[in-house]
């Protein structure tokens, strides 16, 4: 794969898009970061497969430099795994030493110090002045020095995160300005203002038994004002914008995959030889070992008795140094014996020439290699794990999985019992009975947050665990299953008491007179009016719950987990894996689109987490962690499918969202069927039911009411037929005509926004015109 | 891309699975057609692309044979369009004198006769006796012989076919066992049995103005009980079912086009270098000479003043016919000049040595393929169309498919407009009047079938024409746009009457009283009773229109067009593209897949066709068409993402269709919110409104009624207020709730097959096991 001898320029379009593109450059100069240019932009080499036959085709100027860093570190990395250590077991590479404890560690070094005087210029400096650096945030990525220097995979995780960024800034600029069109239009809406007129005297029933008293509407008009800035007709906008955004993110994510891919010549690279990981071999040693009563004695024994004597330690101290791309092996400070002596100084000889001889090898090897394989899987067809073998690591995945989720389900529940509860003990003492709710709600939604926190970080270990359990084959699959493990019960964490609060809270509570009661006495929780709710629809508290976890998820994470943890990493020398790295802000994704409705100010604030997130990973990645061994790979993988798994279902969740949160639909039904002159006069009355307080269930009456005038009837929040009607407190028919038009609300906006995805998805090609010229 | 020589085994799994196989192979033995083993179904040669150079890889015992038919005709082909018949055009190979009208065909020769004696055998005649007769309808299609004789596109057309046709035969028996539980369960049908006994006197208003007289409901049993076989709860699991099938059948077909790609190799091919059409280049030459007083004028009049000299025709009349691989080339009798002399005698002298030497060229033409492209890319810029010159034939296009459309939709009003002043005329007459609607119904759905058919053909031509207007730049784009164009239209056309009859007809009626009125007096059409629509849920009339349309398309499209007009074209002397074949199939899984909710025989009706159409389209290709080019494609390419969108879109229609057209809801929400005891006993009272018919509009009552007794109030089906409620005729609570429900219903229905289709989509991995081993 490295580069030959001919180039030719990428055509730039015609005369007016050239010139607009040039004064673009000029004006974007700044904010380029000063590295060598690697000449790509304009001209491309052609590139062929790297073979010895054909020397002639490249143009080698000096055989030190012609493979980059990355790529001599990767044949570095190659050689250790391929060479065997044993006769018998043709796999005792690097990796096994490392799994079996001979060795603690191999990593490449780095290129020399980062902070270092002026002089003498290296690329991890020039990565950490024009990159790592809190300095320039404000600059783009010098993505194909990252290439260079962290190798392929580190170089799309970077790029990915600078596109996702600065794909951010336009629906940051627009949330703004849905959030200032809600600030500028909260004087006009016409709901907020009738609940705060003191002179409609809608008295609201009491909100817990006994000890509540009758109320006011008009003393809920702070908050019913501050709903206002989230439940506009602009957010409604907002929301299919930002279906169409995730859709044109993911579509322009896949052209610059494409077009990095093709700059950096991964186009036509096959899949790596997949090797099986040594956890692997070893279960299998062990499933052949039990089944030694069968044909397959023999052989067997002569691979156990081997390999039993392979694994017994000896004393050893030396560190082994390859000064052809800078390797370190930390040998662990164990007893080992002769067999790897062989195997270490073979190790030693490694120089330039071996790289040449060692690539030319590994494309002879790679055309017959499916030959090989398939004729060892003819010859050894026991030397596999078959259904029967992995069904308990299967059976224990799915048990722990369902476990876990079932463990944050209880908590979330657990949470919402201590809601109850708390604020049931707390109004019956008068001294605090005043700020019940605001304590409540608060200590609740704070003990959300560091619940969900620590699960974090019990569900990464925990999924790690189970993947170890389910014993896959490869490396890649063993990280496929654990980035979907992972990632499943995480997002289910981060999201329940979310979809608690939008979607459940304040809808089982029943009615005055027949209240739900859960726990001998204690009434469900309603959708509480100290954060706004009730009255002004429930979209308030659901923003408050989501900006509260979404903001201190980041803000701790970042600072403490991304800043004070890699100091101990470096400390206690345990090596971070790269692709784990877009958890978080996947799960971030997830903020952004799937509750866009309620919070139009999410793309803003993931927008600041980013610009800090994409420095602090660069200074981690470039000061303080071991370099990561170069990964070549042509995509990000299965983040892909689960970012636009996240993409398709926020277009449901937004649609509930604004049909079943929000009073979005009721204001328009009222609107255009209710009201008498087509505006929202009146609306506030429409959507209060009357109770007769005579009908009031024994003992739950107020009981000492302080309420200044007598009290015949009261109202609640909800569309049921009146006291006087022939069948009293059942859902009226408006209630069902609203809930069909927000069904068909749901209906239409999903299917819309859908076609309308597939609409963007087709409209912009995968790969961009320039390069498929 | 030929077979070198070693070889290996495709495993067959263990033990139990490996008896399993064998057994079925064993007992399918007699569907399996005789044709010799092409071995590859357990041993897999190693390929690798030919080249020259290494031809001590392959495994060469003649020279004749070693290049398969197919492959010989393609690199014949190959050279052929790249055989430069002047100096200044290099793009003039046999496409180019074929679009100029120089010569009228090419095209590879058949390999003997396929009714010639028994001792002389060949492949047509093995293709003929095994597969390109209805005799032989019940045996698997010799697939890779298939391929071998006629190319991958054709060979992956009949795979598709073949598998669709398999895929058919489940459900095909499920569907008749949903019928025939329709058919066992018909006594027990509450509704039918409540409608057709006579002492339940429904007294129905009448369905039209003046002539018609208010009638019993009784009258219409027969047609409610026939309406229960298609409207009842196995629909439901059944169009559920269909739409997994839809997601597993797309699966399916992509995992045997990856083992089919695996032993056709086909997995490594690159795109086919791509040329420009000679439409596409002769618009270039146009545009470059408009603009000859700009820079480029030079070289655009050496160029065009050449090809204007190649044009001018001449006398020939001898046919080029190339022995190695049969392929004829067919002279127009028309005048052409010297220049072609040269190119014409370099035609016939290619051998098999020309071939191999062809291929090394190609090879290495392939690898510097881009570089060249790309140089002559920079080179004249302006050799090609910019979105300028496009966008009058893109305008164009936009216009036409929308006329087209609106052509579609008017004559589906039309029709309608018939429907209801020919009903209207027909009562006035008293001896015409008993069987007004039969007439009506059965002659307007012949109108439509008829129209559909017509302009099907219409359409075909439309696209064809509207795409040539694109000038797209290569023939695969063409084909693909082409295709994408032409089943738009054609699907608008064969579906806008069914999508009319599901969601639109007998909506719009008004009420007893506030009829809605077209055209001075004539009322908006009834979902008409003769068909049994009205009291038995509307989905009886939908499943008609739809059976009619499709047999009636099936059985006229395969018998007049596919066996009357191959005559007329191998008697024209016509080709056919095969690339248009599987559209009639892809409009059949429409019909298959969309409104099976409302007719589950869909899928048998679907399956006999298809047992015809394969030996049809079989024999055609064998025995009437000329021989097509081979061509060499990896997948069937668009139409794969037509079948998915189709397959997506079913989802929604039949949630539609359950949800709106059939009585399935409103049957659940009685049983369980209105019924007393849980049955449905009552339920066809409670969907019948009451009207006070004093308040008939003056003029509209019956004139001269025979009806036995008082009338007072008649019934009409709709959830309305009664004449005595405060608001009368308003839609009323029950309108409303049954709404919600089949709105909740769409939803459900449509996000749960959703999410079950992308958990089939993810559990079947789309690279078989045995393959990716």
């Known amino acids: 794969m490295p580069t030959g001898s001919k180039t030719y320029e990428i055509k730039a379009g015609g005369g007016i898009a050239k010139r607009f593109s040039a004064a673009l450059q000029k004006l974007s100069s700044p904010l380029q970061p000063r590295v060598p240019e690697h000449s790509n932009n304009k001209m491309k080499n052609l590139s062929y497969p790297f073979s010895r036959e054909k020397m002639y085709l490249y143009n080698i100027q000096e055989k030190d430099t012609f493979f980059d860093n990355a790529t001599r570190s990767r044949i570095v990395h190659e050689i250790l795994k391929r060479t065997a250590c044993s006769r018998a077991n043709n796999t005792m590479g690097i990796n096994s030493l490392i799994a079996n404890n001979i060795y603690e560690a191999a990593y490449p070094l780095h290129d020399g110090e980062y902070n270092s005087p002026e002089d003498d210029m290296n690329d991890r400096k020039l990565l950490y002045q024009e990159w790592a650096r809190y300095g320039v945030f404000y600059k783009f990525q010098p993505i194909d020095l990252i290439r260079k220097y962290f190798g392929e995979k580190i170089g799309l995780y970077f790029a990915w995160l600078g596109l996702y960024t600065s794909f951010l800034i336009p629906s940051s600029v627009i949330g703004v300005i849905v959030f200032l069109y809600g600030c500028a239009t909260i004087e006009e809406d016409i709901p907020s203002r009738e609940m705060c007129d003191q002179q409609n005297a809608f008295i609201m029933c009491p909100l817990c038994d006994k000890s509540c008293d009758y ?109 052809a791309t800078g390797k370190a092996l930390v040998r662990k400070s164990r007893q080992n014996e002769a067999p790897f002596e062989r195997c270490e100084s073979s190790l030693e000889v490694i120089s330039f020439g071996d790289i040449l001889q060692f690539r030319e090898d590994t494309e002879l090897k790679g055309m017959w290699k499916r030959n090989v394989t398939e004729m060892q899987g003819v010859e050894d067809d026991e030397d596999k794990l078959t259904w029967k073998d992995r069904f308990p690591g299967y059976l224990m995945n799915f048990a722990s999985i369902l476990f876990m989720i079932a463990l944050t389900f209880s908590i979330v529940f657990g949470v919402i019992v201590y809601r109850i509860t708390t604020a049931a003990a707390l109004s019956l003492n008068k001294a605090t009975r005043s700020n019940v709710r605001v304590t409540v709600t608060a200590t609740a939604v704070i003990i959300n947050l560091v619940v969900i926190l620590i699960l974090d970080e019990i569900y990464g270990a925990v999924a790690n ?26 997002f289910v964490n981060a999201y329940s008491p979310i979809f608690y609060v939008a979607f459940f809270k304040g809808r089982f509570v029943g009615r005055p007179g027949s209240y739900v009661y859960v726990f001998d006495g204690y009434r469900m929780e309603e959708a509480s009016t100290a954060t706004g709710c009730a009255p002004g629809g429930c979209l308030m508290e659901l923003c408050i719950q989501l900006s509260i976890i979404m903001l201190g998820k980041q803000l701790i994470q970042n600072n403490i987990f991304e800043i004070g943890v890699p100091y101990m990493i470096t400390v206690g020398r345990v090596s971070v894996s790269p692709s784990h790295a877009p958890r978080v802000s996947v799960i971030q994704f997830g903020f952004v689109t799937l509750f866009v409705a309620s919070f139009p100010l999410a793309p803003v604030f993931a927008l600041l987490n ?6 602090l990973d660069a200074k981690k990645f470039v000061t303080e962690l071991r370099r990561p061994d170069a990964v070549r790979t042509k995509d990000i993988g299965i983040w892909f499918d689960i970012l636009s798994g996240i993409g398709k279902f926020s277009v449901i969740s937004n649609a509930f969202v604004i049909a079943i949160t929000s009073d979005f639909i009721p204001r328009l039904v009222y609107q255009y069927s209710y009201s008498h002159n087509g505006t929202l006069h009146g609306f506030v009355n429409h959507t209060l039911s009357f109770f007769n307080v005579s009908q009031l269930k024994e003992g739950t009456q107020p009981e000492n009411s302080q309420f200044d005038q007598e009290v015949q009837f009261c109202r609640f929040k909800d569309y049921r037929e009146p006291p006087w009607a022939p069948n009293p407190y059942e859902f009226s028919k408006q209630y069902w005509f609203v809930l069909s038009a927000r069904l068909a609300f749901v209906i239409i906006f999903q299917n819309l926004v859908m076609f309308l995805s597939v609409l963007v998805d087709w409209m912009i090609p995968d790969i961009p015109t320039d390069i498929s010229d």
């Open 215 to 323: 109320w006011n509407l008009s003393s809920a008009c702070g908050t019913a004002r501050a709903s206002h800035l989230f439940d506009n007709p602009a957010t409604v906008f907002f929301s299919i914008f930002m279906a169409l955004w995730a859709t044109m993110f993911l579509e322009n994510w896949k052209r610059l995959q494409m077009r990095l891919g093709y700059f950096w010549d991964l186009t036509g690279i096959e899949e790596e030889e997949e090797h099986s990981r040594p956890e692997y071999e070893t279960k299998v040693r062990e499933k052949m070992l039990k089944e030694s009563n069968k044909s397959a004695v023999q052989k067997l024994q002569t691979n156990t008795t081997e390999s039993g004597n392979e694994h017994r330690p000896e004393e050893r101290n030396s560190g082994v140094y390859l000064r």
């Open 465 to 490: 665990w189970l993947t170890k359990i389910e014993v896959p084959k490869t490396e890649q699959t063993f990280e496929e299953r654990l980035i979907l493990k992972a990632f499943l019960l995480k």
């Open 610 to 615: 980013n610009v800090i997130e994409v420095r």
